[in-house]
């Protein structure tokens, strides 16, 4: 199957910004949504206490970042989205929340920024859009060289499987979900959207990259079947 195309994905979360607007429930397609934003909001405030500014990638609606600020009275965001609708919704909760953004609409894979520019970098939901083992690796690398000594970087988001027996069973406990939360069509909707547009690696081939890439302190905060929170930090 051919994958979505950056502009089919980019009009997809134009309009679809109410979905991604609740910070109570966070990402509803996604298992344990607000449990993940929690964790990697105490993660990131834990491992980076003294974090003056945040770059939230695949910003969405903006609630990494909210929730992010309720642990951490970080005050500069750089929300970074595809979807400028998004990225409006996002700066808008952003500054009703004292927060200071700016926005960048582009893809993570075409975006750059000076080297030690963040101190936290978070990642919700948005690099399963990666597609070659080129892309991961220029990616990771990239997420490295825009943190500053001692930042970290908090990652949640879709994973696949190394054994197709464990990918089979983790794909039928997330349908399930779905099927639970929304009924038969909308599971059937969201695993048709998710099989066009992404494609998702192990949580064990990402860890191995942020080794790789130069990233220490890896840790994995949680994961159920397809979705899985982590986080690592750049050196001091």
Not at 63 to 81: A, G, I, K, S
Not at 134 to 157: M, N, V, Y
């Amino acid at each position: 199957m051919n994958k979505s195309t950056v502009d089919e994905i980019r009009a997809r979360f134009d309009a679809d910004v109410e979905r991604f607007s609740n910070l109570d429930t966070g990402q509803t397609a996604t298992i344990d949504a607000a449990l993940c934003l929690e964790l990697i909001a105490k993660g990131a405030a834990a491992v980076t206490p003294h974090a003056t500014h945040v770059l939230d990638i695949g910003c969405g609606a903006g609630n990494f970042t909210l929730r992010l600020h309720q642990e951490l009275p970080f005050q500069n965001v750089t929300l970074l989205d595809l979807s400028q609708p998004m990225l409006a919704r996002a700066a808008a909760r952003a500054t009703a929340a004292g927060l200071t953004p700016t926005t960048v609409q582009a893809d993570v894979r075409e975006a750059h920024f000076p080297p030690h520019s963040f101190d936290v970098l978070l990642a919700g939901a948005v690099l399963h859009h990666l597609r070659t083992d080129a892309e991961w690796e220029q990616t990771f690398a990239k997420l490295h060289s825009w943190l500053r000594p001692g930042g970290s970087l908090w990652i949640f988001d879709m994973v696949s499987h190394e054994h197709p027996a464990v990918e089979t069973f983790a794909h039928q406990r997330w349908t399930d979900y779905l099927t639970s939360f929304g009924g038969p069509e909308y599971a059937a909707k969201v695993t048709a959207y998710v099989k066009k547009e992404d494609t998702p690696r192990p949580l064990t081939y990402q860890l191995e990259l942020l080794r790789r890439t130069g990233f220490t302190s890896i840790d994995v905060l949680h994961k159920n079947a397809a979705f899985a929170a982590f986080g690592a930090c750049r050196g001091s």
